[in-house]
């Protein structure tokens, strides 16, 4: 393989190898590729999450492994692998796992995961 | 069962569902959310598709089957499932796959997927 790799932007991205250098514990959160000014992020987390909403933006998550309770005022939503679903902006959520999941989170730069 | 569905946008997106709404044939894509102003929409395709660019906007694949060839000017890069890929924006790309891929395009809303 003599491929030339001039553009450093035009390395693909393998979401398994960015999972393992996060580190160890039910929740981490991970910069992984910028588009634009929006963050791909990957999230791991097992456990009750605080009740937050985003006052400025949607938030989208892609569900990669596992599977999540998504609790809003009036339902919740359970969203597995191979689902996901846009948090409108300003709509309080709760995400719940009791297994635990990974995901794939979508949103403008500069928003907080604070627990 | 008795869940309350006020908000029709925190219905859960089932990926496979929808790819299996998509017609028949080797090339075709299907918008299936929107987040602010971005379009997220899955493609399938299988064969040679044509050298274009952007000239506005990055575009994300995130491969969800299969694999492609993503040929630049000066390189190849090949992306299989699990992997993504950022095409920053003006950037020359030819997505090619013998075997045909399925991903989820992740773009500003407007873009053209002209072949």
Do not use: C
């Amino acid at each position: 393989m003599n491929r030339i790799r001039r553009h450093e932007k035009l390395e693909k991205i393998n979401l398994s190898e960015k999972f393992g250098k996060l580190p160890n514990g039910d929740y981490a959160v991970g910069l992984i590729a910028k588009m634009s000014d929006y963050d791909f992020k990957i999230v791991k987390f097992k456990g009750d999450f605080v009740r937050h909403s985003h006052s400025g933006t949607d938030e989208m998550f892609i569900i990669l492994e596992g599977a999540l309770a998504m609790n809003f005022r009036d339902q919740e939503v359970e969203v597995h692998a191979g689902e996901m679903i846009v948090i409108p902006k300003g709509v309080e959520h709760k995400p719940s796992s009791i297994d635990g999941y990974k995901a794939l989170l979508i949103e403008p730069e500069g928003v907080p995961n604070t627990r």
